[in-house]
Each structure stands twice: as structure tokens, then as C-alpha cells.
């Protein structure tokens, strides 16, 4: 109920404020999971990409988001789970892993914070640690503009696609560091840079 409150307001939004042009909705897949991975230029990101996807998502969120009991009723109900960052936090991954074995759609901003435009050194390993032991579906999702009332913004639904295992089938810190930065460049390459 709330969720789809929040979809509802995120819709609101988008068409009273700003000027939203969606490209690639027929690349959502309508079925089975879903990992999405997206940029994170503002605090609304996932507001704006769950509105327009008629599924739930259910967001990794910063933990920090949670320590409110309010807030942390608010962003659990509407599916979003805590990650503890810079701390390798195994329990994210397993909430991941399992909402994903269970054919939900997941959220994550792999670069692990929000950043206005691409930054190679902002990456994390657990992106790709999901992507690689989930084995299903990335949906690269990409947020193109600015959140100024009435300006033009673009979200932009990529083909999904899966990463493949190193050859030597080691998942050392380098291997998922060079997946994460490939997803990075996947989602950046949407909307040009």
C-alpha cells in the first residue's frame, strides 16, 4: 500500500515538475528477477526509477536511512533494506541474493553513493559480488539531468545483460572491481559519457 503510494506521488512529481522523457520501458523485464543497477545523482533516484516500473523494487538503502524507527518503517515498507557500507556487509548481500531467489527485482547504485557524474574510483565489489552468485538479469538503469523544478531529465532503461565468471573463476577484489566498473560503464553509456 504504501509503495504503491510512493509510486503514485513519484509520478505525480515527475509529471507536474519536471519534464521526463522514459526510453527503453519495453526492456524491463516483466517477469522473473531482476537486478537493476543504476547512477545516483539525488536522493529521489528511487522514487523516480520504481514509478515508472510496474513492479516492486526493492532497494539496497545506506544504513544510515534506518536508524530513524519512522524513516525505517517508511523505507522498509516500501521494500528498500539497510547496507552497511565500507564494511563488506555479508547480511545486504544475503537479503539481495534471496529476494532475487525468490524472482523480486532488487535496486542498487554500484558506484555505493550519490554522485553527479561518472567517477571510475567510486565503485564497490558487492555489486558485482550479486551480480555474479545471483546469475540473473541486470537491467542498467540511467538518470540524465537536472532535479531543478521544471528542467528536462531523462531516465533511460538499458537492455539487461549478464556479467560472466572471471575464466579463472576466482572472484578476487580486482575481477569484481572490473565488473562493477563495466556495469558502471554500461549505465554511463546510456546517456552518453
Given at each position: 500500500m504504501l509503495y504503491r503510494l510512493a509510486c503514485i506521488i513519484g509520478t505525480l512529481y515527475m509529471v507536474l515538475f519536471h519534464r521526463i522523457t522514459l526510453?527503453?520501458?519495453?526492456?524491463?523485464?516483466?517477469?522473473?528477477p531482476v537486478l537493476i543497477f543504476a547512477n545516483h545523482p539525488?536522493?529521489?533516484?528511487?522514487?523516480?526509477?520504481?514509478?515508472?516500473?510496474?513492479?516492486?523494487?526493492?532497494?539496497m538503502a545506506k544504513a544510515e536511512l534506518f536508524t530513524n524507527p519512522i524513516l525505517s518503517y517508511i523505507f522498509r515498507s516500501v521494500g528498500a533494506f539497510?547496507?552497511?557500507?565500507?564494511?563488506?556487509?555479508?547480511?545486504?548481500?544475503?537479503?539481495?541474493?534471496?529476494?532475487?531467489?525468490?524472482g523480486k527485482v532488487v535496486g542498487i547504485f554500484p558506484e555505493g553513493t550519490r554522485t553527479l557524474r561518472k567517477s571510475p574510483e567510486r565503485k564497490k565489489g558487492g555489486a558485482a559480488l550479486i551480480a555474479y552468485h545471483a546469475d540473473v538479469p541486470i537491467l542498467p538503469v540511467a538518470l540524465d539531468g537536472h532535479y531543478h523544478i521544471?528542467?528536462?531529465?531523462?531516465?533511460?532503461?538499458?537492455?539487461?545483460?549478464?556479467?560472466?565468471k572471471p575464466e579463472s573463476g576466482k572472484l578476487d577484489k580486482e575481477s569484481l572491481y572490473a565488473a562493477t566498473s563495466d556495469i558502471i560503464d554500461r549505465i554511463y553509456a546510456l546517456i552518453g559519457q
Open positions: 526510453v527503453g520501458r519495453e526492456n524491463i523485464p516483466a517477469t522473473g539525488s536522493a529521489f533516484d528511487m522514487i523516480l526509477i520504481a514509478a515508472r516500473i510496474r513492479r516492486k523494487v526493492h532497494f539497510p547496507v552497511h557500507r565500507g564494511t563488506g556487509d555479508a547480511g545486504s548481500i544475503k537479503t539481495a541474493l534471496l529476494l532475487l531467489r525468490q521544471f528542467c528536462r531529465m531523462r531516465i533511460v532503461y538499458g537492455k539487461p545483460f549478464h556479467i560472466q
